[in-house]
C-alpha cells in the first residue's frame, strides 16, 4: 500500500485535551458567563468564542472602539481598506444563521469581507443536514471542520455553549461569534450601541449620573441583556427598566447589577422618567418566544415613543433602538438629531470588523494606522 504524507492539523498550538484546567462538560455548563470566558480564550490570550458579553472588560472595549473608529474613519482611504482587506485573507467564515436577521447577518457578512474572509452561509435549517435528523452541534462541527469561523444565530441559547465547548476541547483553532442565541445574548449588538454612546458621550468619567432607560419587552429581549452587562462596567451609568411588570428585567441579571455596585431601577411609569434620561433604548415586544396575551399587548402598546413624548426628552439624550421596529419608535422620530439608530446601523460593521481582528491577533492600531498614509 502506498503511503500518503498527510500534513498535521495545527493542534499543538491550540490542543487543550491535555489541559487539565479544561473542566468537563457539566462543570463547565455551572460556570458563570465570566469564567466560562476564562477558558474562551486562544492560546495567546485572545478571545476564541464571543458568547457573552461578560467576557468583555473596559481596557477591551475602548481598544476595540478605537480600532473601530480608526477603519471607519477609513472609509475614503483607498489604501488603508486594501490594507484591512489583507488582514484575514486567508482566513474563511461560515455564517450559521436559523432565527431571521436582516442587519446582523449582512453586518456580519460584510464585516468578514472587508478583512478579506470567503464567507459561506446556512439560514434555512430545513435545507441542511437537521432535515436528517442531524444534532444543531454536528452541523456546527462540521462548520467547524470546513472554515475558520462561525458566526452563527439560533433561538436555543444553550447550543452556542456547547459548541464552544466542544471546539475547545477538541483542540480546533476555529472562532466562534454569536449573533444572538435565543432570548439570552446578542453581545455584538450590545457592543455597536455602546460604541454609539461613547463616540458622543464620555462615559468613562467618573463625575455625575448617566442615566440609561431601557424600555419595553425586557424580559425576552437579548439585546437589552446584552447592553446591560456592558453599560455595567461604567459606574457613572444609571440603568432604569421601564416596561409593564410582566415583561421587566430578569432578578438574574438585576442580582448581577448589585454584585457590581451598579445603579439601577425598575418602573412602569415612562413618562415620569423621561425628562431624566440622558439615553433611552426601545425594544420591540419579542413575541416569538412564547405567547403574548392580549392585555400584556395593550400595555405594551403604552410604552411608545411618540413625538409629544420625545419632547419630554433632554435636547442632549440619545434615542437608540436596536432595530427591527414596530410601533415603539414611529418614523417621525428619525428626524430629530438625538436619533441614533442609523448611525449605530453603521457602526455595528466597524465594531464586528474590529472584533474579528482581535479575535485573530491582528488588531495593532498602529501598525494599522501606519499603512493609512
Ligand atoms: C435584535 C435581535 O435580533 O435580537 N435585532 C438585531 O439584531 N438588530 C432585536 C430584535 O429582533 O428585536
Redesign the pocket.
Known amino acids: 500500500m502506498p503511503t500518503t504524507k498527510t500534513t498535521p492539523r495545527p493542534v499543538e498550538v491550540f490542543s487543550q485535551t491535555e489541559d487539565a484546567s479544561m473542566p468537563t462538560w457539566p462543570e463547565f455548563e455551572a460556570l458563570s458567563p465570566k469564567e466560562k470566558g476564562e477558558h474562551l480564550l486562544t492560546p495567546s490570550g485572545h478571545i476564541q468564542a464571543v458568547i457573552y458579553s461578560q467576557q468583555f472588560n473596559r481596557e477591551l472595549l475602548d481598544h476595540l472602539f478605537e480600532l473601530a473608529e480608526l477603519i471607519r474613519s477609513a472609509r475614503y482611504n483607498e489604501q488603508l481598506r486594501l490594507y484591512v482587506k489583507t488582514l484575514l485573507a486567508a482566513k474563511s467564515c461560515a455564517l450559521y444563521f436559523t432565527q431571521p436577521?436582516t442587519?446582523?447577518f449582512t453586518s456580519f457578512s460584510l464585516a468578514a469581507q472587508t478583512v478579506g474572509m470567503v464567507t459561506e452561509e446556512i439560514r434555512d435549517p430545513e435545507m441542511s443536514s437537521k432535515y436528517k435528523g442531524e444534532s444543531e452541534i454536528d452541523t456546527l462541527l462540521t462548520l467547524a471542520e470546513l472554515v475558520d469561523t462561525v458566526i452563527m444565530r439560533q433561538g436555543d441559547r444553550s447550543v452556542i455553549d456547547r459548541f464552544a465547548y466542544e471546539v475547545i476541547t477538541r483542540g480546533l483553532p476555529t472562532r466562534i461569534l454569536n449573533g444572538?442565541s435565543g432570548s439570552d445574548q446578542?453581545p455584538t449588538?450590545a457592543l455597536l450601541e455602546l460604541y454609539t454612546l461613547v463616540s458622543h458621550f464620555d462615559l468613562a468619567q467618573t463625575e455625575g449620573t448617566f442615566e440609561v432607560g431601557i424600555v419595553g419587552d425586557l424580559k425576552r429581549?437579548?439585546?437589552a441583556r446584552s447592553l446591560s452587562y456592558l453599560l455595567a462596567l461604567y459606574p457613572r451609568i444609571k440603568q432604569t427598566f421601564i416596561a409593564p411588570e410582566e415583561l421587566q428585567m430578569g432578578d438574574d441579571l438585576t442580582d448581577y447589577l448589585d454584585e457590581n455596585s451598579i445603579r439601577w431601577e425598575r418602573t412602569e411609569a415612562m413618562d415620569g422618567k423621561l425628562p431624566e434620561l440622558d439615553a433611552i433604548y426601545m425594544?420591540?415586544i419579542?413575541d416569538e418566544y412564547g405567547k403574548t396575551s392580549e392585555e400584556t399587548r395593550k400595555r405594551y402598546a403604552e410604552y411608545r415613543l411618540s413625538t409629544d413624548r420625545a419632547a419630554m426628552m433632554k435636547p442632549t439624550a440619545c434615542i437608540l433602538h436596536?432595530?427591527?421596529r414596530r410601533g415603539e419608535l414611529p418614523i417621525e422620530i428619525d428626524s430629530d438629531p438625538r436619533a441614533m439608530y442609523w448611525e449605530a446601523v453603521n457602526r455595528g460593521k466597524f465594531i464586528r470588523i474590529a472584533l474579528l481582528l482581535h479575535m485573530y491577533g491582528k488588531d495593532d492600531i498602529e501598525k494599522i494606522q501606519a499603512r493609512a498614509y
Open positions: 436577521s442587519r446582523t444572538g446578542h449588538q429581549s437579548r439585546t425594544m420591540r419579542q436596536p432595530l427591527p
